[in-house]
């Protein structure tokens, strides 16, 4: 019988190998859309076989599943952690969101002239037709995640003072929520994130100034 230590090494070797997979994948995912890779894509890039592939998801609708579920969730986790932990102006929020776009930007273009696709949740709209329900289900979490969060974020500056009581909460949500959706095609459109960071100064400067709160100094 295998000791417990020996088979926990085999899990984690497993696990491992497994993780790499979908990491490999994931970027794939991201750069190519669902018809671009294969598993021998995979295979190749981490040095293992196709059979080990389909060993760990069977087959490529089932590591789509995965990889769907893994992007909304990471989507809403990351906009929790902008929009609604901490107690943070709404200012420094905005900039946190952008220092997030900007890091997977340029985690998918070396270079401005690239234009790649680097969103992932971008990715999965270009890919409807094709995936479905699963992703229809998904963006629409990340939707509401954006809602709920920013709503936060708004309500909290107007209690600290930063936006004055009678700002439209639900305007400046659509506002900010439509944007930051529609980040992701600018980049391919101009082959710089420097449009993105233009609009979020734009967005700090109009939205936020057009009701300033009482406790925010002036610029």
């Given at each position: 019988?295998?000791?417990?230590?020996?088979?926990?090494?085999?899990?984690?070797?497993?696990t491992t190998t497994r993780d790499r997979i979908k990491a490999v994948a994931a970027e794939l995912?991201?750069?190519?859309?669902?018809?671009?890779?294969?598993?021998?894509?995979?295979a190749g890039a981490i040095g293992t076989t196709r059979a080990n592939i389909h060993h760990h998801f069977?087959?490529?609708?089932?590591?789509?599943?995965?990889?769907?579920?893994?992007?909304?969730?990471?989507?809403q986790a990351r906009i929790e952690r902008y929009w609604m932990a901490g107690n943070l102006t709404f200012a420094k929020r905005l900039a946190m969101q952008l220092d997030d776009l900007?890091?997977?930007y340029q985690k998918f273009n070396k270079t401005d002239?690239?234009?790649?696709?680097?969103s992932p949740i971008s990715r999965l709209r270009h890919d409807l037709p094709l995936l479905g329900a699963e992703a229809v289900r998904a963006l629409e979490r990340v939707n509401r995640k954006?809602?709920?969060c920013l709503r936060h974020a708004v309500m909290q500056a107007i209690a600290s003072g930063e936006l004055r009581a009678e700002t439209p909460i639900d305007d400046v949500v659509?506002?900010?929520?439509?944007?930051?959706?529609?980040?992701?095609?600018m980049t391919q459109d101009t082959?710089?994130?420097?449009?993105?960071?233009?609009?979020?100064d734009a967005l700090a400067h109009s939205v936020l100034a057009a009701w300033k709160g009482p406790h925010q100094p002036d610029s």
């Open positions: 019988m295998a000791t417990g230590g020996s088979a926990g090494s085999v899990e984690d070797t497993s995912y991201v750069l190519r859309g669902h018809d671009g890779f294969s598993f021998g894509d995979i069977g087959n490529k609708r089932q590591l789509m599943e995965e990889l769907i579920e893994d992007i909304a969730s990471n989507a900007q890091s997977y002239e690239d234009r790649h696709v680097w954006y809602d709920v659509r506002i900010f929520r439509v944007t930051l959706l529609s980040c992701p095609p082959g710089s994130f420097k449009e993105i960071a233009r609009l979020f």
